[in-house]
């Protein structure tokens, strides 16, 4: 079940940076940013109150405040790369450092101690994200030499954080952790969206769109915490960070992004990477 729900996670992520990647090319990334922490933090609170919690302490705060301020620094950093460059580009690469510190957090501090199956699997992920990466556009898409390095290894690093601190919630405290993390985000993206605050004035359906999609992404990120209760942190993340294969392949499929070799490969490695982690 663990497995299950780390993938449903990678999933919704996928198709939510996806559209959040549409989005920034109409609405500026700060406003969709900021919006879509409020999304989050609407539907991570209708579930909160929905799901019991036997008690909330101290500690699941700070760690789910932690989390929401990695959470903030991804999503800022990931949608502005999106917005001016390739899908297939801009979120494989800020999957991989946040694989690949989560990981090595679980196994050197908390104790995670994966199978040789899943070793094999999270040695195959790592390579393959990077290979996923290897896609170009032609036109206007293409990114100004050392642009998407930054905001692709910034987010990847708020990726990390965000993962390991909220798996280091209590089940005891629900789903609370994600609510105050959502109320971080919000509160840590206000001054740069106060600077863009006349991108504010868009058609409702763009706003609405924003809001929307931050929703998804607290679904995505509730599934994991789930995923994270359930078995290591290590194999949690890194399925979890599987979510890099969608956007790709809808940027190949449905805007036309040119497929190269080290994509395919990569998008065969990831399949072998899901496949190795669980049966582990």
């Known amino acids: 079940m663990g497995a299950l729900l ?26 969709v940013t900021f919006l879509g922490q409020i999304g989050g933090m609407l ?18 705060v700070v760690w789910g405040a932690l989390s929401g301020a990695g959470s903030a620094m991804a999503m800022h950093f990931l949608n502005r790369g999106l917005s001016r460059g390739p899908m297939s580009v801009v979120i494989p690469v800020s999957a991989v450092t ?18 040789a199956l899943a070793w094999a699997g999270i040695c ?3 390579p393959a994200l990077w290979l996923v990466s290897g896609g170009t556009t032609g036109g206007k898409d293409r990114p100004q030499p050392g642009q998407l390095p930054v905001d692709g290894l910034v987010a ?3 990726v990390a954080v965000q993962y390991i601190s909220l798996a280091q919630a209590d089940r005891a405290s629900g789903l609370w952790p994600v609510v105050v993390g959502r109320i971080a985000a919000v509160v840590l993206l206000v001054p740069s969206t106060w600077r863009h605050s006349s991108d504010l004035r868009q058609p409702a359906r763009r706003l609405g769109w924003a809001v929307l999609i931050g ?26 960070s599987l979510y ?18 080290a994509q395919a490969a990569g998008l065969v490695s990831a399949t072998a990477a899901v496949i190795l982690l669980t049966l582990e």
């Open 124 to 126: 195959v992920t790592m």
């Open 6 to 31: 780390a993938l449903a996670s990678a999933a919704c992520y996928g198709l939510v940076d996806f559209a959040s990647g549409l989005l920034s090319r109409q609405v500026h990334f700060a406003v």
């Open 156 to 158: 990847s690093l708020g």
């Open 43 to 60: 539907l991570a609170l209708v579930c909160a109150l929905s799901v019991p919690a036997q008690a909330v302490h101290h500690a699941d």
């Open 215 to 240: 929703a998804g992404a607290a679904l995505a990120l509730i599934l994991y915490l789930w995923a994270a209760q359930e078995q290591m942190l290590a194999i949690a993340v890194v399925l979890a």
């Open 244 to 261: 890099p294969v969608i956007p790709t392949a809808l940027g190949l499929l449905v805007l036309r992004e040119k497929v190269t070799r």
């Open 98 to 115: 946040g694989v690949a510190l989560s990981a090595l957090c679980g196994v050197s501090f908390l104790g995670d101690r994966p199978t």
